[in-house]
């Protein structure tokens, strides 16, 4: 019966959640298990023991998450193996990887390669996911091609979020935190029955939190002296109801509001433009000797605002209904989401006035959804079987712009005018109008440069607003699907999962200069005969593009796409697993995943050509794995290992080049390793230790410029051919210890300590050399003394506890050099180390944090 699941349901979540058993970090728990038999996951979308499944599972309870401190996505990576969150531009720029692969979450226009699933409903993209995840009854990460119950999109795995439920039983939480940077943050809960069929919960949290960086301004206009701070308020009210026996509806309603400003980036190396920078008014962090990395900082340089507000809300109903006669749950998932981001940007990273975006709605997306799932899943002796269909209406709005500062003009005149002073040229900040000028010839352009482009007639970059695009991309899916577990004997069982999904996406673009924006580059290029005449057709070309880039090309004025594309793909699995006792299971499988296509929402040009289309194919993957899983020393001890093998083809690679957002369909990446668990509950009383080793060799395959959608791109990913991936160490480890137990007088006392451990990776998806992130380790600590009967307890905790200084990610600073040659280079790419004249700017990783926390209970 209905009811009596959900109580059983309930009670063994409690149990479950009593202690970290997800191979990552295990937390102080209340009244933890005493055995692996107490490891339930929903990985096949029903409840079975872990040990049960075959599939890599790591799965993570609430009082695991809180003795690690997770509130968010990003916090997850400590207590998992093999998984990396990072995020750039803003808070909705988060992109999560498993084993190496993941999809830059910079581009609403690309869906993702991990899902982030919270109580059944799905959010195609990370940064739509990332916010705090309030009560949790648990987590589980699956690893590899998800497909099959997941849908799209999850081509390299699952975060699936369960939330806690409604409970008849009455309760109250709360918490209050304060820590350094001044952090501090409330949460409460209620939960209890309304009516004998009906019980609600209501969970409502506050928290703010300083900047981790400091910030230079200049001369402004920017007021925040601090950077990626916290700001949000977050509300989330259930009810649960049971009409009968046989049916249970949960209805969740959720709103968080975030009023932040995020995110500044600093200088990693500073190179050959500094002086440019400093011509022009700004400031930024002065070269290292030859110019070479510059030291760890956390003081950023920005004059403009970065001010960042998300909204987010949405609506779920689910409903189950019983059929005893088929021994069968009929489920229905009904959503609807909305989500909206709007952020400011010092595109420079420096207090020059250069380039930036303003706060007012000019520059974010939002995202609409509506999502229905259907179910049917049932039982027999020798058969577990599930059919089901989805469907989900999708609309993104993304608004772009761009804005010109009074120095952006006279510091391209320093760029271009330096590159030429090897030829005689003077170093000027007037040379634009000497390119630009109408009716200029060749001789006329060489007396102009030669004279500082003193008297130059032609237009520069007028100050303000020079760009205003919006792209609005709609998306119907449709998928039927099922997944069938057939027991041979009651040693061998034989999965097989099938599923049809079509996709139909359209596109309706308006790319539009503003003002007089696009006349420099206009008659610029008017004059192209001239400006190649005088410099050649070498270096002729290069002048005009450096005029002409995305925001200042004039062949985007009120520049109209309209596209529409239909695709279906065909996923599945094959898994077959012996159990040769109770305590030993060995399972192989194979699963093929599919990746939507999609549309760059950006401005993407081949030269000063805007191209054509903005379509990328879709991505798919075929993985293969084998594991063995065994359950030791009567059941106290876990020990899963897994060889995984995939192989992912036109798999979508969002890059930045220093100037614009491109996606490239790489022809091959194959990632391939082995995933190791371990978890012991020991004898000592409350004592318990997790572990969990990934080795992945994530690779590109060999391919050539006529391999890529665009030949064009290929200089800037020249170094990507046979090379490790990015934000893929060959290692990463987690290793955690919990203990928690009473100490009389009716007072116990825990503490939790967990760690990660990764060898070296580059963090630019370019892969260039300055983007290398050495080996490192973050370690999460808490003590806890609280009440025995758990009325009260009061938490000393930190994260990154040792001050750990590493970089989140790593990028090519806008307009302030060029790592890529346009030419071969003797070691087989365009990339030559000694000729390398890019600033390089990375996003940090957080210091250590630290505070208390009081909760109380009743």
């Known amino acids: ?34 055995t692996i038999d107490d490891i339930i996951v929903t990985a096949q979308k029903r409840e079975q023991n872990l040990q049960d499944v075959p599939i890599v599972v790591t799965t ?54 991990v899902g982030v699933v919270i109580d059944g409903v799905y959010r195609s993209r990370n940064g739509v996911g990332f916010g705090d995840l309030g009560e949790l009854s648990r987590i589980e990460v ?13 081509s390299a795995g699952v975060i699936n979020i369960i939330s806690e439920a409604p409970s008849f039983t009455p309760g109250f939480n709360a918490e209050a935190t304060y820590g ?49 701070n916290q700001d949000f308020w977050t509300a989330r009210g259930q009810l649960l109801i049971l009409p009968s026996d046989d049916v249970s509806i949960r209805l969740i309603a959720d709103y ?69 006669s088929w021994n069968a749950t009929l489920t229905s998932i009904s959503s609807w989401r909305n989500w909206e981001g709007v952020n400011g940007m010092d595109l420079d990273y420096t207090t020059a006035d250069l380039l930036y975006r303003v706060d007012d709605g000019s520059y974010g997306f939002k995202l609409e959804n509506l999502t229905q799932e259907f179910r049917l899943a049932g039982a027999t002796e020798g058969l577990d079987w599930l059919v089901g269909a989805f469907f989900t209406k999708e609309d993104i709005g993304r608004a772009d712009s761009y804005y010109y500062g009074a120095g952006y003009t006279p510091f391209l005149s320093l760029l271009i005018s330096s590159q030429l002073a090897p030829a005689g040229f003077p170093v000027s900040p007037n040379d634009i109008g000497c390119f630009s000028a109408p009716g200029q010839t060749a001789p006329g352009l060489g007396a102009c440069l030669m004279g500082g482009g003193a008297g130059a007639t032609g237009p520069g970059f007028g100050v303000g607003e020079g760009v205003r695009d919006h792209y609005s991309q709609s998306t119907e899916s449709f998928a039927l699907f099922t997944n069938n577990t057939v027991h041979l004997t009651d040693r061998f069982d034989v999965t097989l999962g099938l599923r049809y999904t079509q996709d139909h996406k359209s596109l309706l673009a308006v790319q539009d200069n503003v003002g007089s924006n696009g006349a420099a580059c206009g008659g610029t290029l008017a004059n192209a005969a001239a400006i190649q005449g005088a410099f050649g057709p070498n270096i002729g070309p290069r002048l005009i593009g450096n005029i002409c880039l995305p925001w200042a090309n004039p062949l985007y004025d009120n520049r109209r796409l309209s596209e529409e594309n239909t695709g279906g793909e065909f996923t599945g699995t094959v898994k077959a697993a012996y159990r040769f006792n109770d305590s030993v299971m060995a399972y192989g499988s194979y699963a093929h995943g599919y990746k939507s296509f999609g549309y760059n929402l950006d401005r993407v040009q081949n030269g000063v050509t805007p191209t054509a289309s903005l379509y990328f194919p879709a991505e798919t993957v075929d993985s293969y794995e084998l594991g063995l899983k065994n359950t030791l020393f009567n059941r106290t001890v876990l020990l899963n290992l897994t060889y995984f093998n995939q192989k992912f083809e036109d798999f979508q690679l969002n890059t930045f080049l220093g100037t614009a957002f491109v996606v490239e369909s790489i022809p091959e990446l194959k990632s391939q390793g082995f995933d190791a668990d371990f978890v012991w509950f020991t004898p000592v009383e409350g004592l318990s230790f997790t572990s969990g080793v990934t080795y992945t060799d994530t690779k590109y395959g060999n391919f050539t410029a006529a391999d890529l959608t665009n030949p064009g791109n290929f200089p800037q990913l020249s170094l990507l051919p046979g090379a490790r991936a990015s934000f893929a160490p060959e290692w990463s480890a987690t290793g955690s210890v919990a203990f928690d137990r009473s100490i009389g007088a009716g007072l116990k006392v825990g503490f939790n300590l967990s760690a990660k451990y990764s060898t070296e990776y580059n963090t630019g998806s370019d892969l260039l050399p300055y983007k290398m992130q050495d080996a490192f380790t973050l370690v999460n600590g808490r003590i806890t003394l609280g009440s025995e009967d758990e009325r009260w307890a009061l938490d000393i905790w930190a994260q990154n506890l040792t001050d750990e200084e ?12 060029s790592a890529f040659q346009s030419t071969v280079q003797p070691n087989g790419t365009f990339y030559d180390p000694a000729r390398d004249t890019q600033t390089y700017n990375a996003f940090m990783g957080q210091p250590r944090t630290y505070g208390a926390t009081l909760r109380v209970k009743y």
């Open 60 to 113: 993570l309870s609430q009082e695991a998450l809180n003795g690690a401190g997770v509130r968010d996505i990003k916090d997850l990576q400590i207590l998992t193996p093999g998984m990396t969150v990072t995020s750039t531009q803003s808070e909705a720029s988060t992109t999560a990887r498993i084993r190496g692969v993941g999809t830059v979450g910079d581009n609403p226009g690309l869906e993702s390669s």
């Open 256 to 324: 968080s509001k975030r009023d932040e400003y995020c995110c500044v980036s600093t200088q990693i190396r500073t190179a050959n433009t500094y002086g440019a920078i400093l011509a022009v008014g700004g400031q930024q962090a002065a070269p290292a000797p030859g110019n070479g990395p510059l030291p760890f900082s956390r003081t950023a340089y920005a004059n403009r605002s970065t001010g960042q507000t998300m909204e987010d809300m949405g609506f779920s109903a689910e409903a189950n209904i019983d059929i005893p």
């Open 142 to 154: 699956l690893k590899g091609p998800q497909g099959t119950l997941f849908g799209k999109n999850t």
């Open 806 to 817: 590493y970089k989140q990610v790593a990028i090519n600073a806008p307009l302030q050099g």
């Open 1 to 34: 019966m209905r009811f009596n699941n959900i109580l059983r349901c309930t009670a063994s979540a409690a149990v479950v959640g009593a202690v970290a058993f997800g191979f990552a970090g295990a937390a102080a728990a209340q009244e933890g298990p005493t």
């Open 180 to 228: 350094n940077f001044n952090a501090w943050g409330i949460a409460g809960s209620v939960t209890g029955p309304i009516t004998d069929q009906i019980a609600g919960r209501l969970y409502v949290a506050k928290r703010e939190r300083d900047g981790f960086y400091d910030v230079v301004t200049g001369a402004g206009p920017r007021q925040e002296k601090d950077d990626q």
